[in-house]
């Protein structure tokens, strides 16, 4: 059965807000027998049996199917009934199976929820890598023509590439560890990397295969596809490492076992408001303290530590000592010591570093032109004023008349051993230079 095009599957759940509609583009076979009698096809009608190939219709559905054909050999006595029941099966069945709704003015026509979603989302893919397998691709990178067995395409932007481009694009990502970047190379798949509220806006696609996109393309791929382009395994088990740790960074419940032989990185489990139990060494701990687990201990239960610690460190030697006795010496020594640390830490970095103008993370310069690229969120800023840049043409910050920054790109920079050659901000990947 033939598809109109832009078909989509809406999510099983309808409230879930992260999950997107899907674009389906093929249907799985629907198999029929025709048993002929001699006078085909002049005088008998043929006999239809439907195979349980098309065991992924409704049962309904399939009645209907079977009845409607019937009907139409019937009519067609005395023609090439199998063609056109073929074309009638091809091309108008699925409409009167009343399986499809109509395209409206706001979105593609949609498949019935009653259509098993496995199913139909395996066969749909199965079809279209073997047709891109069989196709003639021309990589975005080489621009070469290659058979698309010899390409990968990115799903759902379809952007196509050659897999020795990939390999050696991926290789070079990993090994400096821009994980973010193992993804599609294309330029606007970048820019939703880098606005992940945005989005993707693929070819002739509908605003729902284009929210689709964008949920997608904000992810980098996963190491199964990765070993499928980059046969290094020492390579992809650092790109899982790289992804498990920028993944941890950026939960606010991480801790570290506080064993000196593991110190491995811990989630507390959100339903626990402190206990912390090691994956590595499965040692249990405290969260606030630490200290090995000592149960839902009142002095642990601090609520407001800055202020606490505050307070602790103007008190008097006897005020002091009601503290400790309430909530714990080590405990508030503890949270005293890491004010002190951020005390320090804000004041080296109002010093030494330049906040991301997007996610806010401290980046310090230790040599290079004033041109920042975040490792986290990858968006390009201006190291003097902090300003974002444009990522297409970031140096027309630094000379452009009148700009506060206009001739400071190596502000602050020590240009006496200083060589441009071989600043790598400053080298273009594809052409050389900028």
Known sequence: MELP??????????????????PIRHLPLVSLHFVLGPGYPSHADPI???KPEADWLPAAALHILRTKIVEQSKALVGTAQLFALAQYVQHDALAQLGLVSP?????PPILSSTLPRDALVAASDARDLA?????????????DTRIGAACLRFAPCRHAYCRACLRAYFEICIREGNVRQVSCPNEECKRVLMRPNASANPAGASQLENNAAAAALVRPISSKELAAVVPDDNLVRRYESLLEQMALLQKPNLTYCPRQLCNAPTLKDPEEEKLCICPKCKYAFCFFCNKSWHGYAAYCQIRHLESIAKEYLEASDAAKRSLEVKYGKKTLEKVVREIEEDKLNREYFKDNAQACPNCTCMVERTEGCCHMICKVCDVHFCYVCGDKLNASNP????????????GKLFDGTNTENYDPLNDPDLVDDEFGFE
Do not use: N
């Open 395 to 406: 140096y027309a910050h630094y000379s452009t008349r009148g700009s506060q920054c206009y």
């Open 48 to 50: 239809v049996v439907l």
């Open 103 to 107: 395209a409206t003015a706001t979105g």
């Open 5 to 22: 095009a832009a078909v989509v599957l809406l999510p099983a759940a309808a409230d879930d807000p992260v999950a997107a509609p899907l």
């Open 131 to 143: 047709v891109f397998a069989e196709s003639t691709i021309t990589c975005g990178i080489c621009r």
